[in-house]
């Protein structure tokens, strides 16, 4: 059968051919109409692009292997990493070169023309506003908060030429009379820290070592409710604004808080073991902080996150901005360190003993010029006040200069201005623990003309809070060139013109608030208005001053009762009796108690205070 299949396919291709004429003989095969219609609808696929072959260099051979391939794209990731380290540090190179003719061609202009460069011009800084009150609070190891408030009065010696002080840009003289308006043990244990967010606020913050930050309304003098956010002693408190507040503490952590609803916005982690300061920039952008890691770090307080970390090979006890933003100090035991914003040690104060504080404070002399006065606690009881503006003549500094290079002349050491000393403050007998400068305003004799002028605050180990009049050394500054032997010369020294005494508490911590609005009766008008005041009254006044003298007694007292307490419940829960009520009713009671206190004295007037509009309670 299949020879005859193929002999009728030959004979119908033979008949084919001789139906068409000669020619080879050939099969012909037939589509079917299904494979028609699919060739017809399938489109004609584009021809494909050809691709170019990559050209290789002589000296760089195709790796055989995947091995091969592999190391050689890590050699090439690294050459090109080389390169760029190199490109680096060239441009570093040109930079340092270029700063350092800048240091070179600012010389004679003192500190300011080292940082002052770095201020971005764009940046609107708020200075405070005088006032002619202001609170200042105080806290001690002793557990024990002091509040005080202060009253700006006219000097008598300068009733005379008061017209003169104020028609004229020179500080007036004046007095300072101190009023306490409160004094209570506001934690369980020492207090370390306070702060305040400004006379337009009315927030105060105070820690300690009970790991509480705890809130308070300086207004109506109470306290609105406990920050838990730390596991460690709070080491500092800071307002980064009046909208938000920054806490460190030695659990190596630093909280944001923001005081419209006290939310904890941010937990800023970097940070090795306990961190001692922070401070926040003036336009509140960023942040420094340094600790027991050696390190000084900046921080995005924009972002929430870190910016950048430089190792200074010491523990720092606190690190300040100016008040420009231009420069900061950081202080280490004995030494203080002031840097520019890009990292350069523009001067440096190093003494026998510790530095209690520095700050910075910006004033205006008697040209009306602007000038940055640095004021630093000593621990024999005196506090420095230098000129950061002053102007140094070209012959003090190459002496200068001649020294250093005799004392070490292998050594290739930066060159430092010379800081050059304007002002003490003399009064204390013993360490200065703290050191904050304020604004205030000065009426003349008659009171229809005011001056603007500047007070310090201080505390010390001794047990004092002291004020001062810095009018004196404001109006001695200048800007004519001297030697520093001229300037040592001319040290303006002053006594504190109002003190407070705590009887012997040890003071650790110290912030100072003007009132805002305030005027000479604005302390009369409050208290008329019927504003809370934490013992006020007389009878107030005098329990409070017991309460300071015989604190021993106190403590001695409440243990007592805790031990008594304690027993009862021994001898209850021996008997079988319910312990969960009890000790329900006991709680129940003491809560009640605090707030029947804190009614009794702060609730005559929660309707005359006036909330802000954009600042919360905690709940």
Known sequence: MPAQKRQRGSDAAGGSQRAGGSGPSATVYRKSAKKQRSDQQ??????????PQRTRPKDDPKPKTKHEYIQAKKAAALKEKEAANAARRAEESAEKQLRKKQIQQQKGKGVAGKGASQQPATIL?????????????????????????????????STTAGADASS???????????????TFPAHISSIRTVATAGSDSKWLATGGTDEIVKVWDLRKQREVGQLTGHEGTITSLVFASRTYLLTTSADSHINLYRTRDWALLRTLKGHIGRINSASPHPTGRLALSVGADRTIRMWDLMRGQAAASTRIGIEADLVKWDTMGARFVVLAYRQAMIFGTDMT????????????DVCFFRVKDGAGKERELFFAGLEDGIV???????????????????????????????????LVEVGRLVGHKNRVRSVTVLPVSVSSAKGKQRATSYVAVTISSDGFIRTFDLSPIVNSLSSTERTLAQYAEQVVSVESNAQFDTKGTRLTCLTAVGVAGSANAGAEQEEEDGADVIGSDEDGDAELEEESEDE????????????ALERALKEAQEKGLDLEDLEEMLNGDEEIDLDDDVDEEDGSDEEVEEEDEDEGELE
């Open 345 to 356: 040690k523009v001067a440096e104060l190093e003494e026998k003993r510790r530095i209690g």
């Open 168 to 182: 004229s840009t020179s500080a007036a003289a004046f007095n300072i009379s101190l009023k306490p308006i409160f």
């Open 384 to 418: 420095k006040v230098f000129d950061l503006d002053a102007a140094v003549t070209e012959e003090a500094k190459a002496v200068a200069s001649d020294k250093e290079e005799d004392e070490d002349e292998e050594e290739e050491e930066e060159e430092l201005a010379s």
């Open 552 to 563: 021993e007694v106190d403590v001695e007292a409440e243990d007592e009762e805790l031990k």
């Open 125 to 157: 800084i708020k200075p405070p506003q005088p006032t002619s009150t202001f609170r200042i609070v105080a806290g001690s190891y002793e557990r024990l908060l002091y509040g005080l408030e202060a009253t700006v009065e006219p000097s008598s010696d």
């Open 42 to 51: 399938t489109p004609t696929q584009p021809a494909k692009k050809p691709v």
